[in-house]
């Protein structure tokens, strides 16, 4: 196996209770020729001493203070800094299996450039793990096994934050972490798809992610379901939405609501259906909401789904597919 070298990135903030378990198993990787860049984003605790105690006995391990503020800021600093081939995060407050490092590497020289090596992830927390982290976890592994993760985008991040490894090239080629935005690991999810990057296959776990209620992803702000809409949405009107389709939502709760306003604030036009005979022929919005039978008169739909229940999105997929339409073609779930 060639040995080029590899910048993990890694923000901290106040993380003392969990980051020598991060650095141990970084230090214990049976891959050597790594770097970490590890930036400091105003700790208060004892994380930033833990750190340079690290870096003064280990030469591949540097770490500074952020020179702006937010996680964002601090990965976007800390590729500055880095100096490897290929690029990978690790959260600080989260472990690697032995041979993460390893078998990452191992996928992206055997696949070339312009691929995205994913691992598999197990959740684990003191208390035990939530029912919607196990489902998200169950749902990721089994689109990670397949590489199949683009298919489900607009679902949820369907790359791991922790748990990928590009080229420096390609991390180049998509712009990285330079736009400013929230969540930032699905806005990096999106450019690595915007840019055909591939996901390789792969059936290790690799990554033990940690699940604890002070996590940045349960109390940040930029972390709210609003921001996860925004983004979808966004991305969907760049690189799905095009002039000669009929765009369509299917779905009148919360989600197909707010999608609904948001469309109607760009100015950009959609037909509205749904399968609540309740709904059905009332204006909301002043859109009339119509039967979902409806979609079958138009040429080239394109659908965007906000129904969550999993037993109606399998119907939804049976009728689309009826009518000859594909899934991340032709209809898009958003839920």
Known sequence: MQT???SILIPFKNVEKF????????????????????????????SASILHAYAAKDNRIKTTLNTGKGIISALQFAYTLANGSYITRMDSDDIMTPNKIEVLLSLLLKN????????KVKYFAENGVNDGYKMYEEWLNKLTINGSNYSEIYKECVVPSPCWM???????????FNPNRYPEDYDLAFRFYKHNLKCIPCNSTLHLWRDYSTRTSRTSEHYAQNYFLDIKLDYFLELEHKTNNTLIVWGAGKKGKEIAQKLLTKQIPFYWVCNNNKKIGKDIYDQKLHHFSS??????????????????QVNIKTYLNSL????????????
């Open 4 to 6: 080029p070298l590899v």
């Open 19 to 46: 980051l020598d378990e991060c650095i141990s198993s970084i230090i214990l990787q049976t891959y050597k020729n790594w770097e970490i860049i590890a930036i400091n984003d105003h700790s208060t605790d004892n």
């Open 112 to 119: 070339g450039q312009k691929h995205i090596a994913i691992g």
């Open 166 to 176: 590009v080229h420096k090239s390609d991390f180049d080629l998509v712009d990285g």
């Open 295 to 312: 979609v079958a008169k138009h040429t080239n739909p394109l659908i965007i789904i906000t129904v969550a229940n999993q037993e109606e």
């Open 324 to 335: 000859n339409l594909n899934t991340v073609k032709d209809y898009f779930f958003f839920c």
